[in-house]
């Protein structure tokens, strides 16, 4: 605009002074051309006067100057110049103002020489006689004036340019100020021209009217940020290039990545093929889905591409954290693959001696033998199955839940006396000691807890050994510990044996019964009520069961997790 109104100045600035210069020439032009013929007019008249009183002496003695003075005769023949030889000159009465001058007395007339650039103004009176003085003056013809003039014109136009030069930057500058100094934000009317004041006042209503989205895309953006940020779940939002238009917290935490300004695309969370793949078939407008093992555990990506009229505009992925589901679901594998190998594993010996009684291959003396071993692999299928009941009552919680005040004591006590059999077998002695501290919850279970940690103690206890059961008080807890002086459980194997069906030497273990299920129903069952389980053992000394109950019972439980 400034450039605009500048040039325009100087435009106006140059054509004016050109035009008031050529318009100036002009009538200094005229001025001079009229000055000259009165001038003339009048000298020609005293000469005319001269001539007539003195006669053709006046003519010859006289100096005229740059004045040229023609006398010609009534017909027209030239009879003094005082210029130029009079018999070289032509008949003259054909002249304009020669013509003019013998008709009415006076006379004049302009010529205009083009090779001299020149005007020449005559002046003729006619004598008594008859005869015409004529005057002549020549001077520039106005293209030579106007040329004359152009180099004076021209310093004159550059001065004029010189100024308009620095007054238009000037002007320029100072009318758009106001312009330049208009807070486009807060327009106000009355600081700048009134020719601006519907404009601003548009801009005022327009500039009102983009705050107002601008608060409500500011307020949609958070509340949509603390939507996404509260998620657990990562949220990816990307265009179609995969350039991240929104992503939350989660999504970085779960690929393991930390948020920065590198990262544009969707494709720089991971490097994973798997996840590349993923998000280029959501591109390509199918739902994709992927499994990704990162440092921080499984995730599970699901991307959808964004559809709209049948474009693809980008996609939406989300990141879920499927450690968990991904545990249970290799646990619930691995359980599987092992209660029908503990199954199998009886059962064909069953099957086996079964098949052979059949076959008439057993001798008489041999069937009660068999017969033993039958009920033994009977047991071992029965006990495996109650406790894979047990686990699966606990798991899902549906256990029979008669919760009541159950004395740990004779708890403990009755487990002695179910087990003093299998003590007295091994040689093993039991001793009880401790509080009768009550606990609530359930007797089945509490009891299914105490007898496995009693049933182990003396299975993997050595013969003539021993093992105690205490039960104590400590504030708004029952603490029951259970020892003995067996085998002790190796380092390496503490942390396992809480796994179903871990058992620490299989080989072993083998020669002892049991189903590697009966710690999994004790860290069970103690989490069932809300309390814990530690153990601690050394190898070749003996092992020390510690559970801790709260007095209040499951009644307290809160809903634990189970994992192992
Ligand atoms: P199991 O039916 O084999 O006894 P458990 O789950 O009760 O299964 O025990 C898991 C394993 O932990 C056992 O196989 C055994 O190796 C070890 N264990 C458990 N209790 C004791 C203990 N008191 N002394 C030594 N080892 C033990």
């Given at each position: ?22 318009f100036l020439t002009i009538l200094n032009y005229r001025a001079t051309t009229d000055s000259t013929a009165g001038d003339l007019a009048e000298s020609c008249g005293m000469i005319a006067s001269a001539v007539e009183m003195n006669g053709g002496r006046y003519l010859d003695e006289t100096d005229f100057g ?445 020669k002892i019964k049991g189903t590697g299920l009966g710690l999994s129903i004790v860290k069970h069952g103690v989490s069932y009520h809300n309390g814990t389980v530690r153990v601690s053992s050394k190898s070749g000394k003996g092992t020390k069961f510690i559970i801790e109950l709260p007095v209040e019972g ?11």
């Open positions: 605009m400034t450039k605009k109104i500048f040039a325009s100045i100087m435009a106006v600035s140059c054509i004016a002074v050109t035009v008031a210069m050529i740059e004045l040229r003075v023609t006398w010609i005769t009534r017909g027209g023949r030239v009879i003094f110049d005082s210029q130029k030889d009079p018999d070289s000159l032509d008949d003259h009465s054909g002249r304009e103002e020669v013509a003019e001058a013998i008709e009415s007395g006076e006379g004049r007339s302009e010529r205009y020489s083009d090779t001299l650039m020149t005007t020449t103004l005559n002046h003729a009176h006619k004598l008594r006689d008859g005869s015409v003085i004529r005057v002549s003056n020549a001077q520039r013809s106005f293209p030579a004036q106007l040329l004359k003039s152009f180099q004076p014109l021209l310093a004159i136009l550059a001065a004029v340019t010189l100024f308009s030069f620095i007054s238009a930057s000037l002007i320029s500058r100072h009318i758009v100020k106001p312009i330049n100094n208009i807070d486009l934000d807060h327009p106000k009317t009355e600081r700048s021209y009134k020719e601006l004041a519907p404009l601003l006042r548009k801009l005022r209503k327009q500039n009102g009217k983009v705050n107002r989205q601008m608060i409500e895309l500011r307020q949609s953006r958070e509340q949509f940020d603390i939507i996404t940020e509260s998620m657990s779940e990562g949220l990816i939002i990307a265009d179609q290039k995969a350039n991240i238009l929104a992503s939350n917290a989660s999504a970085y935490r779960l690929l393991g990545v930390e948020p920065s300004e590198e990262q544009h695309t969707a494709f720089s969370l991971c490097h994973n093929e798997e996840f590349r793949r993923c998000i280029q078939n959501a591109m390509g407008g199918m739902r994709s889905e992927c499994l990704l093992s990162t440092e921080g555990g499984e995730r599970r990506v699901i991307a959808s591409p964004a559809d709209n009229c049948g474009s693809v505009t980008g996609f939406v992925a989300f990141v879920l954290d499927v450690t968990e589901q991904q545990q249970l679901e290799t646990m619930r594998r691995e359980f599987t693959s092992n209660v029908s190998h503990e199954l199998k594993t009886p059962l064909t010996t069953i099957y086996g001696i079964a098949d052979m009684l059949a076959n008439g291959m057993v001798k008489a003396e041999d069937v009660s033998r068999f017969g033993g071993d039958i009920r033994g692999e009977s047991e071992r299928l029965i006990n495996l199955i109650n406790d894979i009941v047990s686990l699966s009552q606990l798991d899902e919680n549906t256990a029979p839940r008669q919760d009541e005040e159950v004395d740990m004591y004779e708890l403990a006590e009755e487990v002695i006396a179910r087990l003093d059999m299998n003590a007295k077998e091994k040689n093993i002695t039991a001793s009880l000691e401790g509080d009768h501290v009550k606990v609530i919850g359930s007797r089945t279970v509490l009891s299914e807890i105490i007898y496995n940690l009693c049933d182990n103690a003396i299975k993997y206890n050595v013969s003539g050994g021993s093992y105690s059961v205490r039960v104590s008080h400590i504030p708004t807890k029952a603490l029951i510990t259970v020892s003995d002086t067996g085998t002790g459980i190796p380092d390496e194997h503490i942390d396992r044996i809480f796994e179903r069906f871990y058992r620490v030497d299989k080989s072993r273990s083998r499951a009644s307290a439980k809160k809903q634990t997790e189970i994992s192992e």
